[in-house]
Nanobody, 124 residues
Framework: QVRLVESGGGLVQAGGYLRLSCAAS????????MGWFRQAPGKEREFVAA????????YYAASVKGRFTISRDNAKNTVYLQMRSLKPEDTAVYYC?????????????????WGQGTLVTVSS
């Protein structure tokens, strides 16, 4: 019912900048929150950032707070993740997700729809 398409991943040097985009289509009005998660090789999926559509509240993992910014463009049904001061440990596949029910936006299991993922590689 909700389709998510991520873009913007790539290779960047440590200290660099990338902006990821997540374009949503379908029944987008049903979304309560949008989240960004990431998964590195051999690691479990972890929360990165989330945004509540109503009111625009944002949440960040401690590891990215102060460096990453989640934002939205309502007219374009698009959510962005701006990543500054990138570190090699930020290397992962980044996933955009949407959940339809109110709840803890930092819990991956609560999200209903997921994008295909976009790879971010940060070289040292």
């Amino acid at each position: 019912q909700v389709r998510l398409v991520e873009s913007g991943g790539g290779l960047v040097q440590a200290g660099g900048y990338l902006r990821l985009s997540c374009a949503a289509s379908g029944r987008t009005s049903s979304s309560y929150s949008m989240g960004w998660f990431r998964q590195a090789p051999g690691k479990e999926r972890e929360f990165v950032a989330a945004l509540i559509w109503s009111g625009g509240s944002t949440y960040y993992a401690a590891s990215v707070k102060g460096r990453f910014t989640i934002s939205r463009d309502n007219a374009k049904n698009t959510v962005y993740l701006q990543m500054r001061s990138l570190k090699p440990e930020d290397t992962a596949v980044y996933y955009c997700a949407a959940r339809t029910d109110p709840g803890s936006s930092w819990l991956a299991r609560g999200y209903d729809y997921w994008g295909q993922g976009t790879l971010v590689t940060v070289s040292s």
